[in-house]
């Protein structure tokens, strides 16, 4: 029996160097370059490798996004899936992590009436924009189907099942669920692959759907800054951190007596 993915990624900055406009409060795109977030590169390599572990499978990666989000996605086939669709519409505009699961949830059904059924979808434990984490559970939430977050390793799958290792804070859990199901995983799970030159030969030529709204079967209350209960109110640049203080002395008792009086001093001990 094939398994069939759905990997959902995030054209996000490709650096850490973003600035705010302290005017307008928004981020200012001058000079930025934008990628995969690397989170979700992990996340497009398990989905591939379960497609190539079970013959008859496909995979297919979903992005929601401005038009020049299809760069993810062409960026995706050059690494080996099989199909990508791309959710594109001015009414997405100011969606939140609530209304983007909404909208990705819609997107994984319309691609499985279109391709049939969806075994697995696979998400990022987050990106690395905003970093809620919270999507991918949201996305399983509208679905119905069990989620679980954090996974480092995929034990064992099949049609039916799958039995997956959790990373914890003590240890590791060991879970098994029921298929249909989402998975959020972190970048211990495996290494991502580059593209191939086929694959990027086919990428350059590849037509990449575009979704709007009315071809998900979106309801408008649902999505964009209607659907969203969560609003950015201000966004401000972090504060520089300051020099930090030097403590000074001959020997490596006498700096371990002047940190304690230090700690003292601030009231920290």
């Known amino acids: 029996m094939p398994l069939n993915v759905v990997v959902c990624l995030k054209q996000t900055p490709a650096t850490t160097a973003v ?10 795109g001058q000079g930025l370059t934008y990628a995969i977030s690397p989170f979700d590169e992990y996340a497009l390599e398990e989905g591939l490798r379960i497609k190539e572990r079970v013959p008859g499978s496909w995979s297919a990666a979903l992005t929601m996004g401005p038009p020049q989000a299809e760069d993810v996605l062409r960026e995706a086939i050059a690494r080996g899936c099989d199909s990508v669709y791309h959710l594109c519409d001015d009414a997405f505009k100011g969606s939140d992590s609530y209304a983007t699961s909404y909208i990705l949830a819609q997107g994984i059904k319309k691609i499985e009436a279109e391709k049939g059924k969806v075994h697995l979808v696979i998400c990022a434990k987050q990106t690395n924009d905003g970093e809620t984490g919270q999507v991918g559970p949201g996305i399983a939430a509208w679905l119905a ?19 997956v290792q959790r990373m914890m804070e003590d240890g590791v859990d060991v879970l098994e669920m029921e298929l249909p199901a989402l998975i959020s995983v972190v970048k211990e799970i495996n290494e991502p692959r580059l593209p191939s ?5 086919a990428s350059k030529k590849a037509l990449i759907p575009k979704w709007q709204a009315g ?25 520089k951190r300051g020099g930090g203080v030097r403590i000074e002395g001959a020997t490596t008792e006498e700096k371990a007596v002047k940190f304690v009086e230090k700690i003292k001093e601030l009231k920290l001990l």
């Open 197 to 201: 030159l086929k694959g990027k030969m």
């Open 215 to 239: 071809d998900i079967s979106a309801e408008a209350s649902k999505i964009g800054i209607a659907g969203s209960p969560t609003l950015v109110w201000k966004r401000s640049s972090p504060p």
């Open 145 to 163: 189907w069990p989620n679980v977050s954090f996974v480092k390793k995929i034990e064992e799958i099949s049609e039916t099942s799958l039995r």
């Open 19 to 28: 600035q705010i406009d302290p005017q307008t409060g928004e981020i200012s």
